[in-house]
């Protein structure tokens, strides 16, 4: 029997689809800041799509009995509105064809992104409770410029200061992706990096962390020549400055909340805007 609409909406839904879109658009614009081939385009950014939707739906799955255990209302699998199995089957499924429609655009694109996508799920799988919680997106963020310079006719690894700005904004995006759940992690045992930091530590650190990318975004392509940079790159750089200073103001005078997730998913964008709006070289 098919799925009902109800089991899509729900699946949907344990996908973490804010995320998953988010990342999608950065592989999207990665992609055209590279200059890929439209075929290829549209291979890089449904390949992403479908392995962020496969990341979600695993964390979901795998999280499934703690979610219940401290009454997470906001995941459809705790909800009960699929079951665990579905999830599961559908991560597998997403991951699948992740892979699937990354091998037409090399082994070196298909190799980068399996690694990717290997450390999320090693997260989704226990990673997240130790104080190495941070590794799994050091490495897959950074190498996600990889993705987009590994997928043209002529594949490469992307530029240093690439991989700096992607860690930078992998770290900054799970410092500030758990902080709202510290309590709820704290009953079911998990204690990753920002759970030993402590909630204003981790925001400063993502904070930080996200100017640090801004500034190799900014530098990264003239190799450091001031001089060079220009004005359009200049006004995006003080725009993803005023995001991490919000960030941290935020983090300071209230509560953790999704907002200071929110703060850093808009910084992502804004650095990918910038790379295609300068003309940034992605290529190592």
Known sequence: ??????????????????????????ALALGLAVGLEFWRLILLTTAVLCGQLSVGL?????????????????????????????????????LALALVLSLPLGWRMLAAHALALGCAWAYNAGLKATAFSIVPFLVSFGI?????????????VAAG?????????????????????????AHTGIRGLPHRLGPRVSAVM??????????????????GDVAAVTPLSWVFFAAVVVVALLTLVRAVVRPPSRVLFRLVMLAALLLAVQLVASGGDLSG
């Open 1 to 26: 029997m098919a799925p009902s609409t109800r089991t899509w909406r729900a699946l949907w839904g344990s996908s973490h689809p804010g995320p998953t879109l988010v990342v999608t658009a950065l």
């Open 58 to 94: 695993s964390n979901d799955a795998f999280d499934a009995a703690r979610d219940r255990a401290v009454g997470r209302t906001d995941k459809p699998v705790a909800r009960g509105e699929v079951s665990d199995r579905t999830a599961t089957v559908a991560a597998f499924v997403t």
């Open 144 to 156: 996600f410029p990889s993705l987009a310079t590994l997928s043209s006719a002529e594949p490469t």
């Open 161 to 185: 200061w690439a991989w700096i700005a992607g860690a930078a904004l992998g770290a900054a995006v799970h410092l500030t992706n758990v902080l709202p759940d510290l309590d709820d992690d």
């Open 206 to 223: 993502a904070a930080l962390a996200v100017v640090g990318g801004a500034v190799a975004v900014l530098l990264g392509p003239t190799s």
